[in-house]
């Protein structure tokens, strides 16, 4: 067990599982998520945000382009 430990030591619980299980108690079960969250409208939205698999570079991007269009250049 202590070789257990040494090899975990710095090991950090993922708030991964914490945001699935708050998505699926929202909305009631993993089919409404999927029929909502992966809808064309939705996922736009979500796109806009930065809230998809986009590339970094991709999403930094478009945010610097939509903050240089509502400050002025």
Not at 47 to 64: C, H, I, M, S, Y
Request: with cysteine; glycine share 8%.
């Amino acid at each position: 067990m202590e070789h257990l430990n040494q090899l975990c030591y710095a090991s950090e619980r993922s708030d991964a599982g914490q945001h699935f299980f708050g998505t699926y108690q929202m909305f009631g079960s993993l089919r409404a998520a999927r029929a909502i969250l992966l809808h064309k409208f939705w996922w736009e939205q979500l796109e806009k945000l930065g809230a998809t698999e986009q590339r970094a570079n991709v999403r930094r991007d478009r945010v610097l382009q939509q903050i240089q269009g509502r400050l002025g250049r």
